[in-house]
């Protein structure tokens, strides 16, 4: 064999380890849903997210479809934020890319009579840098699973609702996701007369997946109101099938396929409950309990190789190791004070929140980071009231400020199958957001 057509052989051979073990990489999940690690509006997020039982309007879109049709009229929210990922794996930073992005909220009530409203609505989140991020690590190398890829994707939850007099409403919806699966990816390259040649023929489709979103709430009392909200399950699931022809004449020849099967950006179940009571006419608090199916978390990629080129091994697979990740319960509290004035209104928030880890310890073939949160958020907001003829319909303009201490935690794995692969993680996540809510 020439020296030169082996180098040929082994860069194309190289060139198809280096694609699958991308893919492997790749193909790990990532979790949870943007809006639920920070909340959908400044005021939202000023409250750790307990607004499950006080959102209406645009806001409601995501927290509690139910709210949509409760606004005094159409509404638009437009807002920014932007997070800084400070976290660390043994005492360096984890390289956790910052998330910023915008958010979109609409909500339009119609009355169809005196005691019923229709209501439209739509939350939208798009990142500034991403519509979805696929980052490339490892199952083996420590990194925080839920948090570096989660911030970095689109989401798209378009909702309706009915209200009964202001006292109770309905509302449902879906969050939309597309999955990736291929008819046809195929790839020849080789080498004839002594000159490469290549070529390929893609054909992938993207299915949407829908998630059902029901949200009720209801006020039993002048200063009580509460909600109920489900959230299915929704994953972006990968079905790639990828055939490489390879032809070197005197060398090798063949063919290698790579199937693969994995799921990104899973976002679990989950069922929440919210009750808030205004405890003074300008004081309100609000508290919610959401629980999570996280142990429906898929398993790590399912990547299978076969290689026909005449050289062993013929087949190379992964071994898929279970997640065994575990159910969790939310907690979140938020306080909201009101003080009115003749034209601008000022509202100051606060909460809290705590959010255990799912992630399993870590003793196996897989190394991922996480740890029990604590959410400490604060805020405020004013509402442009009566500023005619500047102002004829009110603005409301929030800020919402949170600081998440991911706690410490040191992962030992089974000394006698990994040793010297023991790992610390933890830190810190800040995020600052600003939004705009126009009345039309």
Do not use: C
Not at 21 to 36: F, K, T, Y
Not at 45 to 57: H, L, V
Not at 411 to 427: C, L
Request: charge should be neutral; glycine fraction near 12%.
């Amino acid at each position: 064999m020439r020296p030169g057509r082996t180098a040929r052989a082994l860069g194309a051979l190289a060139a198809a380890a280096g694609l699958t073990a991308g893919l492997a990489a790749a193909a790990r999940p990532a979790a949870a849903d943007p809006l639920d690690e920070f909340g959908f509006g400044s005021a939202a997020a000023a409250t750790a997210g307990a607004r499950t039982a006080t959102a209406t309007g645009p806001e409601a879109a995501h927290h509690n479809p139910g709210g949509v049709a409760l606004g005094d009229g159409p509404a638009l929210l437009v807002g920014w934020g932007y997070g800084a990922m400070r976290l660390r794996i043994n005492g360096r930073d984890a390289r956790v890319l910052d998330a910023h992005g915008t958010a979109l909220g609409l909500a339009v009530p119609v009355a169809l009579d005196r005691a019923w409203t229709l209501g439209l609505g739509l939350a939208l989140y798009l990142p500034d840098q991403f519509l979805a991020r696929v980052q490339l690590i490892p199952q083996s190398e420590p990194h925080f699973v839920l948090l570096d890829n989660d911030p970095h994707r689109a989401v798209f939850e378009p909702v309706a609702a009915l209200a009964y007099r202001g006292r109770l409403g309905l509302g449902v919806g879906a969050s939309i996701l597309a999955d990736a699966r291929s008819n046809k990816i195929l790839f020849d390259v080789g080498v004839v007369g002594g000159e490469k040649v290549g070529q390929a023929e893609l054909d992938v489709e993207l299915p949407v997946r829908l998630a059902p979103l029901i949200g009720v709430w209801a006020r039993p009392h002048d200063r009580v109101r509460a909600g109920l909200t489900y959230r299915g399950q929704l994953s972006l699931d990968l079905s790639l099938d990828i055939l490489a022809d390879v032809q070197i004449a005197g060398v090798v020849t063949g063919d290698v396929l790579v199937s693969l099967r994995a799921s990104n950006y899973f976002t679990p179940a989950r069922v929440g409950g919210g009750l808030a009571v205004e405890v003074l006419p300008d004081l309100t608090l609000a508290a919610d309990l959401t629980w999570n199916r996280w142990s429906a978390y898929p398993p790590a990629a399912d990547l299978a190789v076969l290689i026909a080129l005449d050289i062993a091994p013929p087949l190379v697979s992964t071994e898929v190791p279970l997640a065994a990740f575990t159910d969790t319960v939310d907690g979140k509290l938020g306080v909201e004070y009101r003080r009115r004035g003749a034209r601008t209104d000022v509202t100051v928030r606060a909460g809290g929140a705590w959010r255990p880890s799912p992630v399993p310890p870590q003793i196996g073939l897989t190394s991922w980071a996480d740890g029990d949160r604590v959410i400490l958020t604060a805020g405020a907001g004013v509402t442009l009231a009566d500023w005619a003829p500047v102002l004829t319909r009110p603005i409301d303009l929030d800020l919402g400020l949170q600081w998440h201490q991911v706690a410490h935690r040191l992962t030992r794995k089974h000394v006698e199958t990994h040793p010297g692969q023991a790992f610390s993680s933890g830190g810190t996540l800040l995020h600052a957001g600003l939004s705009a809510t126009v009345r039309f």
